[in-house]
């Protein structure tokens, strides 16, 4: 599966953006599905999961309250969003859509999802 994140842009401190992921390759029953990001110099962290199955969401603290993950319902190539209200500027960062089959315990761990596309930039001014 091919994976490609979109929707990034610049933006103001308290601005919205909505994130798109789109897969081709292959369906994804059955997939969990994130986000990831990036900052310069630091490493990739956990943004948010969607839970296979049960659909439920994870964030990282950081996020919480502010970002929405979600699973796309129309029948295009889009499989996940990210939407992010009251953005801050460090929220700055390269985001990444990813999946695994399945679902992990440490849905937080990079290292857990073995497909990842090009990422798409969000930088947020003060």
């Known amino acids: 599966v091919q994976l490609q994140a979109s929707g990034g842009g610049l933006v103001q401190a308290g601005d919205s953006l909505r994130l798109a992921c789109a897969a081709t390759?292959?369906?994804?029953?059955?997939?969990?599905l994130a986000w990831f990001r990036q900052a310069p110099g630091k490493e990739r962290e956990f943004v948010a999961a969607?839970?296979?199955?049960?659909?439920?969401?994870?964030?990282a603290d950081s996020v919480k309250g502010r970002f929405t993950i979600a699973r796309a319902r129309d029948n295009s190539d889009i499989t996940h969003y990210l939407q992010m209200n009251s953005l801050k500027p460090e929220d700055t960062a390269v985001y990444y859509c990813?999946?695994?089959?399945?679902?992990?315990?440490?849905?937080?761990?990079?290292?857990?999802?073995?497909?990842w596309g090009q990422g798409t930039l969000v930088t947020v001014s003060s």
């Open positions: 990813t999946v695994r089959l399945n679902w992990n315990v440490q849905y937080y761990n990079p290292a857990q999802y073995y497909q």
């Open positions: 390759g292959r369906t994804l029953s059955g997939y969990s």
């Open positions: 969607l839970r296979s199955g049960t659909n439920r969401s994870y964030y």
